[in-house]
């Protein structure tokens, strides 16, 4: 092939990984954070803090599923060079978890089954998003891992927009949406579970039809491999993983600790910011959504914003900088909790403003920091270790609003709940200050 001919598959190739962002956002949020899951803690499936709380475990258990499936899956799926099927199956999957989300209705005898369509789509959903993490070193070319990142970034944030502002238009906003649909029974929002199913199906075909596997044959002591033997195996290939960049640079798994935990407080921001302003501050599910797009759109908007203040100050000081006014923000909630919805909607937008840029720069700093030789396997053990304590934000989320329902006796305390994801990024934060950029300056001088 010609170099014009290398450069437009190289082009293509970025773009199909990309438009997998896009294509599965509207699991993100549309069902886990500003639809659906507000729709699942409403008053019809029963009493508030029960309902939330019951929420906050569900993701919970999640968390701990995707920590154990995601190392298994990604290992497997990069040992035999299979990452494109694997990705192709639990996208797919994703598309029927989302689609039978249709038939939860609002009532309290269907808080479980929602519950769990929406646990084992969660779980689908980020081992996918592991994977598709991982593959970011195969179709990035050299030097370009950070533009390309980002461009996937923004495709997502694009695509959760453009998702969210469908909904809104055709079935939340009107009193009769399209197709004659209306609020009775929930109709209005279990049809845009379908939608959901519907786009990303369509959207991640690109993603499938232009990237392909290739395929390598694995050891013969490996395909012996079944259950919990293979469970083993992968985790004992993680810890060898990790004991060799500790060896090479002990600041690299430093901040891949951090990371874990600051990580996790950011995806509890957004992931919990639809019920409370829902139950707490009183938003409409019309107003819940209208929130969502512009926080989706704030959330893109600063992170490219911000992304050249990273490359002034540093990441390190932006992801610290970041999860100051993110603790501080989430201890404002809380305080104001009683305020009118115009605190939720100041404070609400400044940390949506600041989630995407510390996330940004948090794979900025790793591209920095990691020593020569061993992007692919930091970059996989970024991914995995991602999802290492992803069980944490939900559950202290869960813990606070029942410490707050045995404090205040009141049903209505999910904003006690912040302050569990507040515990989460200070634990983040602390552990981020140890992280050494010296490392980033003697790599910029040895250039």
């Known amino acids: 092939m010609s170099h014009t001919d290398v450069a437009a598959d190289q082009r293509k190739r970025v773009f199909a990984w990309a438009m997998w962002d896009p294509g599965t956002q509207p699991f993100a949020s549309v069902i886990t ?3 659906f899951a507000v729709y699942i803690v409403g008053d019809a499936f029963g009493p508030k803090d029960s309902t939330v709380t019951a929420l906050s475990w569900t993701m919970s258990l999640a968390g701990l599923a995707i920590a154990l499936l995601a190392p298994v899956v990604g290992q497997w799926a990069g040992r035999r060079g299979r990452q494109v099927t694997a990705l192709k199956w639990l996208t797919w999957g994703l598309v029927v978890m989302s689609g039978l989300l249709f038939f939860v209705k609002p009532h ?4 479980v089954f929602g519950l769990v369509l929406l646990g084992v789509g969660t779980i689908v959903s980020d081992v996918g998003s592991s994977l598709y993490n991982g593959m970011l070193d195969d179709v990035a070319q050299s030097g370009k891992v950070g533009q390309i990142s980002g461009f996937g970034w923004g495709m997502g ?3 959760g927009i453009i998702a969210l502002l469908v909904i809104y238009v055709a079935w939340i906003k009107p009193t009769v949406g399209w197709l004659g649909v209306t609020s009775h029974d929930g109709m209005n929002i279990r049809v845009s579970m379908l939608f959901c199913a519907v786009w990303i199906l369509v959207l991640t075909l690109p993603t499938f039809l232009i990237l392909h596997d290739t395929p390598r044959r694995a050891d013969e002591s490996e395909t012996k491999l079944r259950g919990f033997r293979a469970l083993g195996h992968a985790y004992a290939q993680l810890w060898r993983s990790v004991v060799r960049i500790w ?10 600790i951090a990371s874990a935990f600051f990580r996790d407080g950011l995806n509890g921001v957004f992931q919990f910011g639809g019920p409370i302003a829902r139950q707490t501050f009183g938003f409409s ?4 959504l209208v929130f969502g797009i512009v926080a989706n759109l704030v959330a893109g908007i600063s992170t490219m914003l911000l992304g050249r203040i990273d490359d002034r100050i540093g990441p390190k000081r932006l992801i610290i900088f970041s999860l100051i006014v993110l603790s501080a923000c989430g201890i404002g909630v809380f305080i104001g909790h009683n305020g009118s919805a115009m605190v939720f909607w100041v404070l609400g937008l400044v940390m949506c403003g ?10 900025s700093l790793l591209t920095q920091i990691c020593p020569p030789g061993y992007q692919g396997e930091v970059f996989g053990l ?14 202290l989320f869960g813990f606070f609003v029942t410490a707050g329902h045995n404090v205040t006796g009141g049903d209505n305390n999910q904003y006690w709940g912040i302050m569990g ?17 010296a490392e980033i300056h003697s790599q910029a001088h040895a250039d």
């Open 382 to 395: 970024y991914a995995t270790t991602g999802k290492a304590v992803s069980f944490l934000a939900p559950a």
């Open 421 to 437: 994801i507040v515990v989460v990024l200070l634990v983040g934060l602390a552990a981020m200050i140890p992280v050494n950029t």
């Open 33 to 35: 954070t500003f639809v």
């Open 157 to 159: 944030y694009l695509g």
């Open 247 to 256: 060896h090479v640079s002990r600041n690299t798994i430093i901040f891949l």
């Open 354 to 363: 600041f989630v995407g840029p510390a996330q940004s720069a948090s794979r």
């Open 108 to 111: 309290p005898s269907y808080l």
């Open 285 to 288: 599910a019309s107003d819940v």
